[in-house]
């Protein structure tokens, strides 16, 4: 519910690494074989702009998405068709 209750799973999802700062802004996605992706953006290490970036998502027992990123290695799925949606 976007009322709550609301629990806390520890640590955050996405934190900065040495490649990576500030990641934010996420939207979750899965692809035609039902993998989930995280796709997302970051300063890049020289704060020469802020990339798009794109993580695969575990599901923990607890229920809880798991990630290892942001990304170091630019693993990304297979795109067949993007779909641009305008507000």
């Given amino acids: 519910s976007p009322l709550g209750p609301f629990e806390k799973a520890g640590e955050p999802f996405l934190t900065s ?14 692809d035609r074989k039902g993998k989930d992706w995280l796709v997302y953006h970051a300063w890049d ?13 575990t599901w923990g027992a607890d229920g809880w998405p798991h990630m290892k990123g942001p990304s170091s ?5 297979k795109l067949y068709r993007a779909t641009l949606v305008s507000f």
């Fill in 17 to 30: 690494n040495q490649r990576w700062e500030g990641p934010g802004h996420a939207f979750l996605t899965q």
């Fill in 45 to 57: 290490e020289k704060h020469e702009g802020r990339q798009v970036l794109i993580d695969p998502v």
């Fill in 73 to 77: 290695s630019g693993v990304a799925p």
